[in-house]
């Protein structure tokens, strides 16, 4: 049975996966109003990664027979100064997120909880993706701003960015890796 301060901090974390869909959300909007719909695929696609955290967090604390606790979603922002501005917001999300998990994996040895420990290095393996997903747009958006053409380029590479197998394969019924 899952100790109520570990399952306390999971559902927390439940919240925050929630408000980073709803974040990148807003960020897609932003991009279709402007019609870079490579940069809305690209917030699509995170939109829908974020989801499957929540999700998959939800389903660990269904496995250890904790209620799952869902609260009110705060309201990100809903404007940018720049594409580069909105990616530089996102990089600045995925640190802040990297550290609620850190903190989390830190909860989960003080509990002894090794369950959760093994199962929280996989969000640990997977903030490193999610930080440099996001610096890697920060870094080209960056090099390309001032550069001819260099919006369209990097908008339409980002419109060929794909959902991952295992996010399919959760959106589809099929259970999570
Ligand atoms: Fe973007 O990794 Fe979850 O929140």
């Given at each position: 049975m899952i100790k109520k301060e570990m399952l306390e901090a999971l559902n927390a974390q439940v919240n925050e996966e929630l408000y980073s869909a709803y974040l990148y959300a807003a960020m897609r909007a932003y991009f279709e109003a402007q019609n870079l719909k490579g940069f809305s695929n690209w917030m699509r696609i995170q939109t829908e990664e974020e989801l499957f955290h929540a999700r998959k967090i939800v389903e660990f604390i269904f496995e250890r027979g904790g209620h799952a606790a869902f609260?009110?979603?705060?309201?990100?922002?809903?404007?940018?100064?720049?594409?580069?501005?909105?990616?530089?917001?996102?990089y600045k999300h995925e640190c802040h997120i990297s550290e609620c998990i850190n903190?989390?994996?830190?909860?989960?040895?003080?509990?002894?909880?090794?369950a959760a420990r093994v199962f929280l290095e996989w969000f640990v393996?997977?903030?490193?993706?999610?930080?440099?997903?996001?610096?890697?747009?920060?870094?080209?958006?960056?090099?390309?701003?001032?550069?001819?053409?260099?919006?369209?380029?990097?908008?339409?590479?980002?419109?060929?960015?794909?959902?991952?197998?295992?996010?399919v394969a959760s959106v589809s019924g099929a259970p999570a890796a």
């Open positions: 609260k009110a979603i705060k309201g990100p922002d809903a404007d940018w100064a720049s594409p580069l501005d909105a990616f530089k917001a996102s903190k989390l994996a830190t909860l989960a040895l003080k509990h002894d909880d090794h393996t997977e903030q490193v993706e999610e930080e440099s997903n996001a610096d890697q747009m920060v870094q080209n958006l960056t090099r390309m701003q001032d550069a001819p053409g260099g919006l369209f380029l990097l908008d339409r590479e980002a419109g060929a960015r794909t959902l991952s197998p295992m996010v």
